[in-house]
């Protein structure tokens, strides 16, 4: 199972890092792939913890990838780590073993402490389709312009339907990123 979350690390002088991340859960481990180069690879193999925020604010996956990562934090509770104030809950995990690989390494974790901080009320259709859109943002530069345009054209309708003004602001500062990509590829 893949759990969508924001993933807070950082590094040896405590500056932290949030980065969406499809976190991959077998059993009682959490493994984290992040790509080479990354500053969660780098801030995880140095500290060897991390925190795994669930969070319902779609801004925050949006803004990451867009610049805009400056998101209230406060101390986890028993691991040297940083914890999204909107996380409805976090799971704090400490790196337990290392698959190391050129491009993705696995990074086995396991939970220290867990806690829920309010109810998770479920998404709405746009609130998925903007997770959807911030996976489709941070793949760009893999996928064709036929590729993009389908997954665009598609998760515009239950955004139309459904989205309220934080899932509207997410979904604009994500679309400029698609529309300034489109245009280089077009001009090209």
């Known amino acids: 199972m893949i759990q969508e979350t924001l993933v807070t690390t950082q590094n040896l002088a405590n500056v932290a890092h ?5 976190i991959h859960v077998q059993a009682d481990e959490f493994i984290i792939l992040p790509f080479r180069p990354s500053t969660t690879l780098d801030n995880l193999l140095a500290t060897r913890c991390a925190v795994l925020n669930y969070c319902d604010d779609v801004r925050i996956f949006a803004g990451c990838l867009t610049g805009r990562r400056d998101w209230p934090l406060r101390a986890s509770e028993k691991i040297a780590g940083q914890v999204l104030e909107a996380a409805l809950a976090h799971t704090e995990v400490e790196l337990i073993r290392v698959e190391d690989d050129a491009t993705r390494p696995k990074l ?15 998404f709405n259709r746009a609130q998925f389709a903007v997770l959807e859109l911030a996976i489709l943002v941070s793949r760009l530069h893999m996928l064709p312009v036929a590729k993009i345009q389908s997954e665009l054209q598609y998760l515009t309708i ?11 602001e997410a979904w604009e500062w994500l679309m400029t990123v698609v529309d300034a990509h489109l245009a280089e590829v077009n001009h090209v």
Not at 18 to 22: E, L, V
Not at 158 to 168: D, I, V, Y
């Open 108 to 122: 086995f974790c396991r939970a220290v402490h867990s806690v829920t901080h309010a109810p998770f009320q479920g």
């Open 158 to 168: 239950g955004f139309t339907k459904t989205a309220g003004a934080r899932e509207q």
């Open 18 to 22: 949030i980065a969406p991340m499809g």
